[in-house]
C-alpha cells in the first residue's frame, strides 16, 4: 500500500511540476527541490520522465519547456485546451464592457479570446501584463492601451514580477478580467507558480470589480501557489459544462456565477 501512495505522490508532484514549467518558462532543480521537500535526485528522476514523455528539455540544472522557443516566434499561448468553451466565456465577459471603462485584462488563454473580440468601442483604456494581448489590441483606434513592465515569462507571454505589480500602484480602474488556474473552496483561486501572485493582487486591488474567466474544468481543481479566498472576485464567469454538483457548491458558499450561453 505504502508503494502504490508513494507512486500515486510521485505523479501528483510530476504534474505540478509540468504546470509551473508550463507557467514560467523554465525551473531549477534547487528550488523544485525546496519547493516540494524532496531531494534534488528525486526531481532530477521527476525531470527525467517528463523528459522522456518529450514534455520538457532538461538543462544544466535544471529544465526548459520543449516548446518555449516557438511560442514566443509565434505570438501563441501553450494551453490551448477548451478552445470553444473560453471562446463562449469570452463572448460572455464582452457583455461587461463599456464605452468609456478603464479595464485591466490579465493574461491567459481565456483572456486572449476576450481580447480577440475588443472592437468598436470608444474611449476604452485597457490595461494588460500580456504581450500577446497588446498586439491583438494595439491596431484598435477606439482603445488607449497600457502595458506593465516586469519581467518577461514566455509561456504565458506575459509580464511579471515586483514592477509590474508596482505599475498598479495608484491605479484605479473600473474592472478586471482575471485568469486563474484553479478554483477550489479550500485553496481558493490557485496558481501554477507563485511569481504571479503579487501581480494577480494588485490587478484586483486596483480595479472596483473583478470578473473572474475561468472555464468549467478548472473548479475544484487546485494548482500550486494559492492567491487568496474566492471572496476576492466579484463574479465568476464560466461554461455551460459547469457540473451541478459545482453549480450547488458556489450557490451554497454565496459566490456568484455567471454561465455564458453556447453560442
Known sequence: MSKI????FAGQRREKILELIREDGQAKVTDLSRLFHVTEVTIRQDLERLEKQGLIVR??????????RNNVTELQLFNQQNLEAKQAIAAEALK???????????SGSTTTELAKLITGFHNLRVITNALNIAMILGRETGIDLNLTGGEF??????????????YFNNIHADKVFLATAG?????????????????????IDAADMVYLVADSTKIGHSAFASLGALSLVDYI???????????????????????????
Open 237 to 263: 464567469i464560466t461554461d455551460p459544462a459547469i457540473s451541478k454538483e459545482n453549480e450547488k457548491m458556489l450557490s451554497d458558499y454565496d459566490i456568484k456565477y455567471i454561465v455564458a450561453k453556447n453560442e
Open 96 to 106: 461587461y464592457i463599456n464605452d468609456g471603462d478603464t479595464i485591466i485584462i490579465d
Open 59 to 68: 538543462e544544466h540544472g535544471g529544465a526548459i519547456l520543449s516548446s518555449d
Open 153 to 166: 515569462k514566455s509561456p504565458t507571454l506575459s509580464l511579471t514580477g515586483d514592477k509590474a505589480a508596482d
Open 183 to 203: 478554483i477550489n473552496l479550500r485553496t481558493g483561486l490557485t496558481y501554477p507558480s507563485t511569481s504571479d501572485l503579487v501581480v494577480k493582487k494588485a490587478m
Open 5 to 8: 501512495n508513494n507512486t500515486s
